[in-house]
């Protein structure tokens, strides 16, 4: 990057606050998607860390001004490569912007600086006597403004949804520098067209959140961890559309096949309660009552047994829940080093089943198994292209396609939770018409004429 350049950042956020060492900067260059996507000319790159929702505002207006790329960064734990730069870009940080503005409990609304990482959110609930946030991706180290840029799911979304129902405003820095706030504590809002709603889940094209106002929750606290297991993954996926389909809602219902869920513990030093079985169902509930709780947990038990569940046990205490929870959430850091892609494929919850067979007929047609977790209840499978001897299979792009293919099949999508980013735009075709992409790009130019915010992701 031109000296020039570096030293008019190092005169909007303080000398201290500007990385150009390339051996510096490595940390800021990746996200989780290494083995598919490395980052592009990295020496050209400078990492900036405003201290303020103006300084952002300042950096953005002088990279419009000189033409440069900026490409926001949260917690770097985004799983579709959406912040690696691919130019020479500004990589702007917002880790310093890691304030709680105000907890309204009147409104049970938070108010956070986009650099808060979800570790510090639930830090700050945890200490609250009746309010929690319930979306929870797997890596606390996500931040809220990246949670809010890539609309993230997790486990709690059977009940709760995705993060894009608990966000009521947002303050945002457009990619031409203007500082703007969207929404408000507001409940119902119907005036004009819905940009808050543009922003979430754009991914660091249209705009940088600084601030964000979250709805919170009152606690229930009569907790407990369900783990049902099976021998079949179909019989698996049949009594989770049972459960729903009577009425019951638990916090999350997570599947994991056995052989994942020990490699998982055994990674992080845990024993798996399981032993009978071959893939397990995880149930989260949390009730009004301790008698709701039993009810629950026995009506899950029974309605699994219909389609052949052979063991189940209940976590009572919170170090046992904690430790399933912990074991599920290390499911793909188990694997990493030898993923080549963890997909994302999501259809409607009553195609599961179906899904679940096309992928494994898939993976033996290429002589291959693809671990497989997933959110089931929300029609989310996770599984993951591993590498061969460290590299990518000469079959990755065919294998990919086809249960892409597969999951469009039931009118799903390639991403349910991860991310367009850059490593699934170029599968946008299989989803979208020509015309719903032009919008789309047509959206993009809008927000951004200069198209200087995170190029290479979503349609740019
Ligand atoms: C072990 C593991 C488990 C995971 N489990 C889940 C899961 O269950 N559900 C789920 O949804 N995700 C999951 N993820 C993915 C990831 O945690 C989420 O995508 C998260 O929302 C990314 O947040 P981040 O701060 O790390 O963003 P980053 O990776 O830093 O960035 C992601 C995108 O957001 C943009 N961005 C970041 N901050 C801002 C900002 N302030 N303003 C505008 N754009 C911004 C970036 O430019 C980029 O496009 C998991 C990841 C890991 C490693």
């Known amino acids: 990057m031109k000296e020039e350049i570096i030293s008019n950042l190092k005169n909007i956020v303080g000398k201290d606050f500007v990385i150009s060492d390339l051996s510096q900067m490595q940390s800021y260059l990746y ?71 105000e907890l309204d409990e009147e409104n049970l609304m938070i108010t956070v600086e986009a650099g808060v990482t979800l570790a510090g959110l639930l830090e700050r609930l945890n200490k609250h006597e009746k309010l929690f946030f319930p979306i929870h991706p797997g890596d606390e180290g996500a931040q809220i403004g990246g949670m809010v840029a890539e609309n993230a799911g997790g486990v709690n979304a059977v009940r709760h949804g995705i ?13 031409t520098g203007e500082l703007v706030s969207l929404g408000n504590k507001l409940l119902k809002n119907n ?17 940088i959140v600084t601030k964000a106002t979250l709805r919170l929750y009152t606690k229930t606290s009569n907790a407990g961890t369900l783990v049902v297991s099976f021998d079949g993954r179909k019989d698996a996926s049949l009594a989770v559309s049972k459960i729903l389909q009577e009425g019951i809602t638990p916090l999350a219902v997570e599947y994991m096949e056995r052989f994942v869920a020990l490699e998982s513990a055994k990674h992080i030093g845990k024993v798996w309660p399981a032993t009978k079985g071959s893939v397990d169902l995880i149930f989260i509930l949390n009730e009004a009552t301790e008698d709701d709780l039993y009810a629950r947990s026995e009506k899950i038990v029974e309605l699994c047994e219909q389609y052949n569940a052979i063991d189940s046990l209940i976590a009572e205490t919170t170090k046992d829940q904690r430790n399933i929870l912990e074991i599920r959430s290390n499911a793909y850091t188990a694997f990493k080093e030898n993923v080549a892609d963890a997909l994302d494929i999501a259809v409607p919850p009553a195609s599961v089943p179906s899904l679940i067979d096309d992928l494994i007929k898939i993976a033996d047609k ?36 086809e249960m892409y293919k597969a999951a469009m099949k039931y009118g799903g999508t390639v991403t349910a939770e991860h991310g367009t980013g850059k490593t699934r735009k170029k599968h946008m075709s299989l989803q979208y018409s ?12 809008i927000f951004d004429p200069n198209m200087i915010l995170n190029p290479g992701t979503i349609v740019n």
């Open 31 to 101: 996200d989780e998607t290494e083995t598919l996507l490395r980052p592009k000319a990295c020496e050209d790159c400078v990492v900036v860390k405003p201290g303020s929702s103006e300084e952002v505002s300042k950096i953005v207006k002088y990279a419009n001004k000189v033409l440069i790329p900026v490409v926001p960064r949260g917690g770097g734990t985004g799983l579709c490569g959406a912040t690696i730069p691919l130019k020479p870009s500004i990589m702007l940080s917002l880790e310093r912007l890691d304030k709680i503005v």
């Open 191 to 207: 005036m004009g067209y819905d940009l808050l709603n543009m922003i979430i889940g754009s991914e660091g094209t249209l705009g």
């Open 366 to 401: 290429y002589h291959t198994v693809t671990p497989s977790v997933g959110h089931i209840a929300d029609g989310n499978v996770h599984n993951f292209i591993m590498l061969e001897n460290g590299k990518l299979p000469v079959c990755f792009e065919d294998i990919k396609e």
């Open 163 to 175: 993060m894009r129902n608990h966000i009521k405003a947002l303050e945002v820095v457009l990619p």
């Open 434 to 445: 020509e015309r719903e992409i032009e919008i789309m790009k047509g959206i993009k130019k």
